[in-house]
């Protein structure tokens, strides 16, 4: 079982004028089994947790904590956070010419478990991954996110995600720039995840339409930097219906 908290996690960022803050004392706690949204304005700072949390060399954490099963994360190398059992699915993900998609899978599958995957079984595996998210059994001999379209570097982020089986899986606005049919099966993909005992979801999106394929536990209204407003599923249908004018105003 695990649990994912943030606890008043301020983070900066360096900028000509000098260190600008970020994240303003950001608190959430993801239970095992549990599925947390986060929604809110361009800005407001939801890709900068996600990337604190996951250690991007770029954002400096100057408070807070941020524990995984009790262990701080602030503490781990970005390669411990992932073998301890954090996933990051990125909003952009990167292009790796000349590594390909099932060298690269079952390289980092080897450096969480720390063994390599037995051949026979781990191919198997793969293509069972590719196909349930409608990608070709060629697609594993492409070079990492080269040429891939918005869609297939989505479903590409959710193989891992099936293969690698974190304990807690933050995915950074996954909805971008899919359409629908791409949107159902990466919906499926993290759905499968989710049915997994004891693991964890923190979704970042700006939209309500994925909300309707990945149903919630709880949802977060995101507004400079922080925490604006919490509550059940349905506080995304009233962010559909209003917008966000209303915590922009009194967050001014």
């Known amino acids: 079982m695990s649990k994912l908290e943030i606890i008043d996690l301020h983070v900066s960022v360096s900028t000509e004028d000098g260190p600008k803050e970020i994240l303003k004392g950001v608190t959430l706690t993801i239970d095992a089994d549990e599925t947390h949204a986060i929604m809110g304005p361009n800005g407001s700072g939801k890709s900068t947790l996600a990337y604190s949390v996951a250690g991007h060399p770029k954002y400096t954490v100057t408070g807070g904590q941020v524990l995984l099963d009790g262990e701080d994360v602030l ?12 996933f990051l699915a990125m909003q952009y993900p990167v292009e790796v010419p000349g590594v390909s998609v099932s060298n690269f899978l079952r390289t980092a599958k080897t450096a969480i478990d720390g063994e390599a995957p037995k051949l026979r079984t781990w191919v198997k595996d793969v293509n069972g991954a590719l196909d349930r998210l409608n990608l070709d059994p060629t697609f594993g001999q492409r070079s990492v996110n080269e040429g891939f379209s918005g869609g297939e570097k989505k479903r590409h982020e959710i193989a891992q995600l099936e293969l690698l089986d974190p304990k807690v899986a933050i995915l950074d606005e996954t909805d971008s720039g899919l359409d629908i049919d791409a949107l159902k099966i990466v919906s499926d993909g993290v759905n499968r995840f989710r049915e997994r ?27 400079d930097g922080k925490v604006a407003e919490s509550g059940g599923p349905e ?8 917008g966000y004018d209303k ?3 009194s967050a001014v």
């Open 197 to 223: 005992e004891g693991r964890g979801v923190l979704l970042i999106t700006h939209y309500t339409r994925i909300l309707r394929y990945i149903k919630p536990d709880r949802v977060h209204v995101f507004v």
């Open 247 to 249: 915590y922009l105003k």
């Open 75 to 86: 503490e781990m190398s970005v390669d411990e956070r992932a073998r301890a059992g954090l």
């Open 235 to 242: 506080l995304a249908d009233a962010l559909e219906a209003e």
